[in-house]
């Protein structure tokens, strides 16, 4: 029998044994050369720790709040699509394990889950992501239903005027499947002499004129906070605050859209420094352990979006799965604050890290 598996990246593995490969690479593939994929993940490994000590770390807790919601640990569930693919019970077992462990989960607009369906599955504070589409009455209902439906808060993706070359997707001729979100309003059945026709569909859907101007529309149709998600500069961040904004999610799509874009991790100080505390700030990408948690919270994200860690989990073990990556990575977390000399998540500083940057000045 297998061994159980020990951190975040064996599930990975279990996750490429366990699905086809044309679903293991939709879930697992980067853009084009996917040096941001790497770089998202490697990032994480060039900072390094200052440990406090003899610090009382007897009692550690990670609790924090979100948009003022109590939550059990600074993670949230990223918008990832199309969960079926992973697991027959999609989206709904991933909301299931999100509740479990007091984590939010930010349900994707691709789920193929309804809406009404992952939040009947259990009680949970959870939000809703969504594009700007050409028709934007769609993008009106599907954020009319959220708010009926009890989200807490709409993420709005701004990074895909168009859909990055995803070759992997190519390659597999990747299908999009029918989304039920959509039934009656929007057919994903386009076809496309191009490999993937989730390309074409994204690229014939969404709304490619989006600019700032349109964040007042969508404020006027919602009474939910919105995220923007898919800063990387100081200066949108410092739109995204005069726009409105309630908080801001450093990502680069997970490595999904240009490639040769910087780490997440690496670009997060300057968007915290440029929103100078006026709306929280979230980062997105490469986070594959409860130490990558400890290093986004020192550089001043207020919580850390994980995607294909919970993805993997949902493909090797469904509901399961989900949980102890997430408890995994909460193990971790604790740990590495015990041992950072860290007893609350406000007790995380900047002064708990050195970047390789700071490494370098000291040298020089």
């Not at 259990?122 to 959220?146: L, P, S």
């Not at 420094?273 to 979230?282: D, I, L, N, S, Y």
């Not at 400890?294 to 001043?300: H, N, R, T, V």
């Amino acid at each position: 029998m297998a061994k159980d598996p020990v951190n975040v990246n064996e599930y990975q593995e279990l996750a490429r044994q366990a699905l086809p490969k044309m679903y293991y690479d939709f879930f697992a593939g980067g853009a084009e050369d996917q040096y941001t994929l790497k770089e998202n993940v490697e990032a994480f490994c060039r900072i390094t720790f200052r440990p406090r000590i003899l610090i009382d770390v007897s009692k550690i807790s990670l609790s924090t709040t979100i948009l003022g919601y109590n939550v059990s640990a600074p993670i949230m569930f990223a918008p990832t699509s199309m969960h079926k693919l992973a697991h027959p019970e999609g989206e709904v077992a991933t909301a299931r394990a999100a509740a479990a462990c007091n984590v939010i989960m930010i349900l994707s607009y691709s789920s193929m889950c309804t809406v009404e369906e992952v939040v009947s599955s259990c009680h949970a504070i959870r939000f809703f992501q969504i594009y700007v589409y050409k028709r934007r009455d769609i993008t009106a209902q599907m954020v009319q239903r959220a708010e009926r439906s009890g989200y807490k808060a709409i993420v709005l993706t701004v990074d895909v005027p168009r859909i990055g070359k995803r070759e992997a997707d190519i390659k597999n001729k990747m299908i999009a499947p029918p989304l039920k979100n959509f039934e009656g309003l929007l057919s994903t059945q386009v076809v496309s002499d191009k490999g993937s026709n989730l390309g074409a569909y994204v690229d014939s859907t969404l709304d490619a004129s989006l600019s700032w101007k349109n964040i007042g529309w969508l404020r006027s149709i919602t009474k939910l906070p919105i995220l923007i998600k898919g800063v990387l500069t100081h200066e949108d961040a410092i739109k995204a605050v005069e726009a409105g904004a309630a908080g801001i999610v450093v990502s680069n799509h997970g490595a999904r859209q240009l490639d040769y874009t910087p780490a997440a991790l690496s670009v997060l100080e300057e968007v915290v420094r440029a929103v100078k505390g006026k709306v929280p700030v979230f980062v997105d990408g490469g986070v594959r352990r409860g130490t990558d948690v400890f290093k986004a919270l020192a550089l001043g994200a207020q919580a850390v979006l994980i995607g294909r860690p919970v993805v993997y989990g949902l493909a090797a073990k469904g509901e399961a799965g989900v949980r102890r990556v997430t408890e995994m990575l909460k193990d971790e977390l604790e740990l590495t604050m015990a041992l950072s000399g860290c007893p609350t998540i406000k007790d995380i500083t900047r002064g708990h890290v050195i970047t390789d940057r700071e490494r370098l000045h000291s040298s020089l």
